[in-house]
């Protein structure tokens, strides 16, 4: 996944903590190295994860049964930073 983000350079990374897979919590840790890292969403279903995945660098957190809604406002958000990162 990593090599992919790296040739991709992504703008976000949606990513399903729960999903079996190398350890995600050295994911976040090798994001911080990429010359164009993306701002990271974690989608899981434990909600006492969410310090430890925030403290390795993800953005937001969201727990899997929030509502739908629940992602638009980050979205606009980053949306908003990336625009006056631009400036």
């Not at 995600?24 to 909600?47: H, V």
């Not at 995945?53 to 937001?60: R, T, V």
């Not at 638009?72 to 980053?78: E, H, K, Y």
């Not at 949306?79 to 631009?86: K, T």
């Amino acid at each position: 996944l990593l090599g992919q983000l790296e040739s991709s350079e992504p703008d976000i990374l949606l990513l399903d903590w729960d999903l079996p897979a190398k350890p995600k919590i050295d994911l976040l840790a090798n994001l911080q190295e990429l010359k164009s890292r993306p701002t990271s969403i974690i989608l899981g279903t434990n909600s006492q994860e969410k310090e430890a995945i925030l403290a390795a660098g993800a953005y937001h957190f969201i727990v899997k049964n929030a509502p739908p809604d629940a992602l638009i406002p980050l979205l606009c958000d980053i949306r908003l930073h990336a625009s006056q990162q631009q400036r």
